[in-house]
């Protein structure tokens, strides 16, 4: 995984999360939908990064 992919989906799930936090607490359903949204986008880059670096190895086994 490159370390800027990766740490960009970290980040992006971690906002999320806190969003998510906040959204419960404040009762705000909007809030915690945007977070969650966040989270599943950071889980699509996470899955994107791993595909890239599953396909790098194989290349460079070749």
């Given at each position: 995984?490159?370390?800027?992919?990766?740490?960009?989906?970290?980040?992006?799930?971690?906002?999320?999360?806190?969003?998510?936090?906040?959204?419960?607490?404040?009762?705000?359903?909007?809030?915690k939908?945007?977070?969650?949204?966040?989270?599943?986008?950071?889980?699509?880059?996470?899955?994107?990064?791993?595909?890239k670096?599953?396909?790098?190895?194989?290349?460079?086994?070749?």
């Amino acid at each position: 995984m490159s370390p800027d992919g990766k740490t960009e989906a970290t980040m992006k799930n971690l906002e999320g999360k806190a969003q998510e936090m906040v959204g419960e607490v404040t009762g705000d359903p909007k809030q915690k939908a945007e977070g969650q949204a966040k989270q599943t986008e950071a889980a699509f880059q996470h899955s994107v990064e791993n595909v890239k670096e599953a396909a790098k190895k194989e290349i460079e086994k070749q």
